[in-house]
């Protein structure tokens, strides 16, 4: 079995023309989130029912 993993990519939400951009990773294990400027930094990572929610609570 092949484990998902996007690698890092920049966000759909994120500004075409704007340093303030955020940058995901999709893995089966969950959902990383990170600034694009700062990519040794700290990142965050959601389990996938709550990466959903927040794509959810984004649209409404």
């Known amino acids: 079995m092949v484990d998902r ?3 890092w990519f920049k966000s759909s939400y ?3 023309g704007s340093n ?3 940058e995901v990773r999709i893995t089966d294990a969950g959902v990383g989130v990170r600034d694009s400027k700062n ?3 700290p990142h965050l990572t959601l389990k996938p029912k709550a990466w959903t929610g927040f ?4 649209t409404k």
């Open 5 to 7: 993993d996007t690698g």
């Open 20 to 22: 303030a951009c955020v």
């Open 14 to 16: 994120s500004s075409g």
């Open 55 to 58: 794509i959810e609570g984004l």
């Open 39 to 41: 990519p040794t930094g």
